[in-house]
């Protein structure tokens, strides 16, 4: 048999859902852990479209770009200025790499003492954590910048300012949409996680938290996969915009 | 400076930039010690006027080095380079790197690669693309200028940077083994588009190559470095009319020439 290219990756998603389904008809795992596949997806569905399942979705994307926006805005030109002298950033090199080490979650109580329970504690977690990648891939983008590029520049003339706007900035590029994309995957876990165990009424991590509490199986799977869903689609939209602006990259 | 009072002296008009004969780049008492060798003391050169010169000589004598200390990529530790007198900063010129690849820039098309030093100078759009085109007009060069340089062939993208070196009008070009990373079919083609380049502009070209059919092939004088810290082993001219074509290779001044500079250079070698 031979199957196209492109669906290949289709493959895979049939056999796990084949296994899936095997598995629930000759009840070998306990129907109330896991329900069946059709079961979940109409669950999935109905719960995205008229349930609280989409508000909860909306919830999660609305967070997590908030607190990806809000740590590209301050980490790029952030990393830009460290990246372009050698010696700053060497100077805090040490105190990124820490604090990108620790985990985000381990932030929480502080974050909850300085906000408050509520939005604002989410997103600025999970906006210090994707700052700090961010800031990380920028900086090196800038400080890897090809010498014979910047060498090139420089001996057409062109300034100081010249050669960062014109040259750096852009030799950062691809660079920066790895932060980008480690960034809004960072993110997303310290929202669903947030969302969890910070006093939440809506968002997907109450929504499974909440599902496993009601031992609604379904629920919580249909949960799982939007979160899934989620994460797969912003690294995807991610990829295409770099796609787009990036043309150069990897060329 | 005599040759400047001379000049001053002609009355307008009537000078043949031909017929001037003082050296276009004195370079006087060039000196620059790496941690682990001396690779230039007190180097004393004549660059002439308007003639290709190729730059040959032993590994790691400072071939790449003599040129990027000349074209300010390189700071000398001690010395003087002058351009009719005048230092440098003062000059247009353009250079040539060997790795295209790194020295283009592959988020602007070919077109606004070779416009880009005249943005630099604050030069307005519209006249950027005149020159741009007036310049592939002269040089009958045909790639199609809207392709970003990965789209190109390296040869392409080689003469997109000789180009981009080219569109200042420079007094002075520099090329560093600009065709050492391409291909044997398209370092011939490339060899032929350098010369019409420099048939057509006639400014002062100095090249670095480590193939001295290359070199000898291009050149109007070959300058032999010897083992650092480099001297001038021999100033070897080679007067064949251009433009020079594969016949060339095989007449008996070129195999004359090649032979004379290969003796030097294997004696370079040998002294070890």
Same mark, same amino acid.
């Given at each position: +048999? ?12 049939? +056999? ?45 994307? +609305? ?104 040259? +750096? ?83 | ?30 000196? %620059? ?58 000059? %247009? ?25 005249? %943005? ?153």
């Amino acid at each position: +048999m031979k199957i196209p290219n492109a669906l290949l990756p289709l493959v895979g998603v049939a +056999m796990l859902l084949a296994i899936w389904g095997l598995t629930v008809a000759l009840r070998l795992v306990d129907p109330v852990l896991l329900p069946s596949p059709l079961a979940t997806f109409r669950t999935l569905w109905e719960g995205m479209l008229s349930g609280k399942l989409g508000v909860d979705f909306l919830k999660t994307v +609305m967070r997590t770009i908030s607190s990806t926006a809000i740590a590209a805005v301050i980490a790029i030109p952030l990393g830009i200025l460290l990246g372009s002298s050698e010696k700053l950033y060497r100077s805090v090199e040490f105190l990124i790499d820490f604090f990108r080490s620790t985990p985000a979650s381990a932030m929480f109580p502080l974050f909850l003492v300085l906000f408050g329970v509520g939005d604002r504690t989410k997103i600025s977690v999970a906006a210090f954590g994707a700052a700090l990648v961010i800031l990380f891939n920028v900086a090196y983008g800038v400080m890897n910048a090809r010498k014979t590029r910047l060498l090139a520049a420089k001996v057409m003339g062109a300034s100081r300012t010249r050669v960062l706007f014109d040259v +750096m900035l852009l030799e950062s590029l691809p660079q920066t949409f790895v932060g980008l994309r480690n960034g809004v995957s960072l993110a997303l876990v310290i929202i669903v996680v947030a969302e969890m165990f910070i006093g939440s009424t809506d968002g997907l991590g109450q929504r499974v938290f909440e599902a496993q509490q009601l031992f609604d199986m379904p629920g919580m799977y249909a949960a799982i996969f939007a979160a899934g869903a989620l994460g797969y689609t912003l690294n995807l939209l991610f990829l295409l915009i770099e796609r787009r602006f990036v043309h150069w990259a990897g060329r | 400076m005599t040759s400047l009072a001379s000049i001053a002296a002609s009355p307008p008009g009537s000078f043949d930039e031909s017929r001037r004969t003082a050296p276009h780049v004195t370079i006087r008492g060039l000196s %620059k010690r790496y941690p682990d060798a001396v690779i230039y003391d007190r180097f004393d050169f004549d660059i002439p006027r308007g003639k290709l010169i190729s730059v040959f000589g032993p590994n790691g004598c400072g071939k790449s080095t003599l040129i990027n200390m000349i074209a300010g990529l390189v700071p000398a530790d001690a010395g003087e380079v002058l351009f009719d007198g005048r230092p440098l900063s003062r000059v %247009k010129f353009g250079y040539v790197f060997q790795n295209y690849r790194e020295a283009l820039f592959p988020w602007l098309p070919a077109f606004d690669n070779i416009a880009y030093p005249l %943005k630099v100078m604050g030069v307005p759009k519209a006249e950027r693309k005149q020159r741009v085109e007036r310049l592939v007009a002269r040089l009958g060069v045909k790639i199609d200028l809207s392709l970003y340089p990965y789209h190109l062939s390296g040869g392409q993208q080689q003469l997109v940077s000789i180009m981009r070196a080219l569109i200042v009008e420079p007094e002075i070009l520099f090329l560093d083994e600009p065709f050492s990373a391409l291909d044997y079919e398209m370092t011939l083609f490339m060899r032929d588009q350098l010369q019409r380049v420099f048939m057509e502009t006639k400014t002062t070209t100095v090249l670095v190559s480590h193939d001295l059919e290359e070199a000898v092939y291009l050149s109007d004088y070959v300058l032999l470095l010897s083992r650092h810290p480099a001297r001038v082993v021999e100033f070897v001219p080679y007067d064949a009319p251009r433009p020079r074509t594969d016949k060339t290779l095989s007449e008996p001044g070129f195999i004359a020439t090649k032979a004379r500079c290969l003796k030097l250079f294997q004696q370079e070698v040998r002294r070890g």
